[in-house]
């Protein structure tokens, strides 16, 4: 195995040997004024009402809002790679759960958070968390199948 | 307490105290929430609006945090008065801006300001000196669990809490802490910390929020991302990594000055003074310009003229609203600039 070895490099010269990958980052803004800017243009489930506070898909793209709660789940199919692009990449909840949740999305929220930690532990290399953490999910996971 | 009295006094968040409040000048913790028997407020009737307004004023000011809370009515209150809010970071412009039924709750001690109406139904903010934001996230969560035991919120099992806008879902949490980077500026090296932070999905801005300059060399930064990440582990990577990290480039970049050339530093700093001292006639945003190397000077043990507290005074008292109320009348942007020359210079001559 090859011996692992730390190197602390200024921008410079990381770029010059090639460590440093330039990405492109956009701000939240950024991607919701891009997707406001092709407004004019007709995207798909445009016409999509929904029922409960009667606004249309496009209506929520020419103003950047949503009507109601329950435009979540009018628009769920359309809404999910905008809110993945402005979570990066993110696609549920981590985190406080609402003191109304059922137990179940209590537990697939730990979970969440759970298997979130154990690989920030592992990026880390703080193996002892992350074999902790590997424990702490499995009884999670087994008190859920049970 | 009156917005009057308020005027007259310094926020507790500008103190000058906390840890690391050589660069840090305060913290803050957001929440965004919203009730789940309404519609958000781009659809909502004006009855909706007075419904849920009427709602979260009584459920604040029945939990332990808020009994002591003044409400104000910002759809009643004049100009002025939404302006000094404003200017003491208590409301944003939006919430000034607004129409209709809106408003705040303030706690005595100015830390927490709850806006109602805003973007979302509600919104929670909790501010503080220097950076605390453990102790920040602490006291928002408290009074988010206790407003949860009397109010349902808008809550999905996949996207979390719900808000109008889905840039805030998930957690509907923004953590900001203003810093004040000075010889970052001089040196050029700010764009390489406004880069790095973009890069780990951070907002970098002036102090009055989106599309603001960065006046008197202060800078907010905040997350943009709220889903999928946990609140502590914002409240972590804030606290422990991101803003100790910005804290120490500034501080080695004011040492590099130091080492260029000593007179040339102090010739920035009693410039300033003199000017802030001496002007007869000055604009809100040249004042704060000129107090930026007073404070740097100041933590720098270069400048003892004055203390930070009276910078942080002015800092907060020159700008327009601020002025006018302590001024006792309204005035236009001329006389303004006139009665600001004259602040100052009783305020900081010696």
């Given at each position: 195995m090859p011996e692992k070895r730390e190197r602390h490099l200024c921008e410079g010269c990381a770029e010059r040997e090639g460590v440093i990958v330039k990405q492109s980052h956009?701000?939240?803004?950024?991607?919701?004024?891009?997707?406001?800017?092709?407004?004019?243009?007709?995207?798909?489930?445009?016409?999509?009402?929904?029922?409960?506070c009667g606004i249309t898909f496009r209506e929520f793209r020419m103003k950047g809002q949503l009507?109601?709660?329950?435009?979540?789940?009018?628009?769920?199919?359309?809404?999910?790679?905008?809110?993945?692009?402005?979570?990066?990449?993110?696609?549920?909840h981590v985190g406080k759960v609402s003191a109304t949740a059922d137990e179940g999305v209590q537990r697939q929220t730990d979970l969440l958070k759970l298997k979130r930690r154990l690989q920030v532990a592992i990026d880390q290399e703080q193996y002892e968390s992350a074999a902790n953490l590997r424990d702490e999910i499995a009884a999670l996971e087994s008190a859920e199948s049970s | 307490m009156t917005l009057d009295e308020m005027a007259r006094t310094t926020s507790a968040w500008l103190r000058g105290d906390g840890p690391l409040s050589d660069v840090v000048?305060?913290?803050?913790?957001?929440?965004?929430?919203?009730?789940?028997?309404?519609?958000?407020?781009?659809?909502?009737?004006e009855t909706d609006r007075t419904e849920i307004y009427r709602q979260l004023v009584d459920g604040i000011t029945a939990t332990s945090a808020g009994s002591d809370a003044m409400v104000v009515d910002i759809d009643a209150a004049d100009p002025i008065e939404r302006e000094i809010l404003v200017e003491r970071h208590l409301i944003s412009r939006q919430l000034a801006a607004g129409e209709g039924r809106r408003g705040v709750t303030i706690s005595r001690s100015e830390t927490c300001a709850l806006m109602i109406n805003e973007e979302d139904h509600l919104r929670m903010q909790v501010l503080g000196g220097g950076l605390r934001l453990?102790?920040?996230?602490?006291?928002?969560?408290?009074?988010?669990?206790?407003?949860?035991s009397r109010h349902s919120f808008s809550y999905d099992s996949q996207y979390g809490f719900l808000t109008a806008c889905p840039t805030n879902v998930g957690t509907g949490i923004r953590?900001?802490?203003?810093?004040?980077?000075?010889?970052?500026?001089?040196?050029?090296?700010?764009?390489?910390?406004?880069?790095?932070?973009?890069?780990?999905?951070?907002?970098?801005r002036g102090i009055h929020g989106e599309?603001?300059?960065?006046?008197?060399?202060?800078?907010?930064?905040?997350?943009?991302?709220?889903?999928?990440?946990?609140?502590?582990?914002?409240?972590?990577?804030?606290?422990?990594?991101?803003?100790p990290k910005i804290v120490e480039y500034e501080r080695t970049a004011r040492k590099s000055l130091s080492q260029q050339g000593d007179s040339q530093l102090d010739d920035r700093i009693y410039r300033a003074y003199g000017v802030l001292t001496n002007a007869r006639c000055i604009t809100s945003e040249e004042t704060q310009a000129l107090l930026s190397p007073l404070r740097m000077g100041i933590h720098m043990g270069?400048?003892?003229?004055?203390?930070?507290?009276?910078?942080?005074?002015?800092?907060?008292?020159?700008?327009?609203?601020?002025?006018?109320?302590?001024h006792g009348r309204a005035l236009d942007d001329d006389e303004r600039d006139i009665v600001r020359a004259d602040y100052l210079r009783e305020r900081l001559a010696r």
């Open positions: 956009h701000t939240t803004s950024q991607i919701l004024n891009e997707f406001i800017k092709h407004k004019s243009k007709a995207s798909p489930g445009d016409d999509r009402t929904c029922p409960r009507g109601c709660p329950n435009d979540y789940e009018a628009f769920r199919p359309m809404l999910k790679p905008l809110i993945e692009r402005a979570h990066a990449g993110a696609t549920h | 000048i305060s913290s803050r913790v957001r929440l965004a929430r919203n009730l789940a028997d309404f519609p958000f407020l781009t659809t909502a009737s453990d102790e920040l996230w602490r006291t928002v969560n408290d009074i988010d669990d206790d407003l949860a953590v900001s802490v203003m810093v004040h980077l000075p010889a970052l500026r001089i040196t050029k090296e700010i764009e390489r910390v406004e880069r790095a932070a973009r890069d780990m999905r951070l907002a970098v599309g603001t300059e960065a006046l008197g060399d202060l800078y907010q930064i905040s997350n943009q991302v709220t889903l999928g990440v946990a609140e502590e582990e914002i409240i972590e990577a804030f606290g422990n990594r991101i803003i270069r400048f003892d003229q004055i203390d930070i507290a009276t910078v942080n005074e002015v800092f907060l008292h020159a700008q327009p609203a601020h002025l006018q109320a302590l």
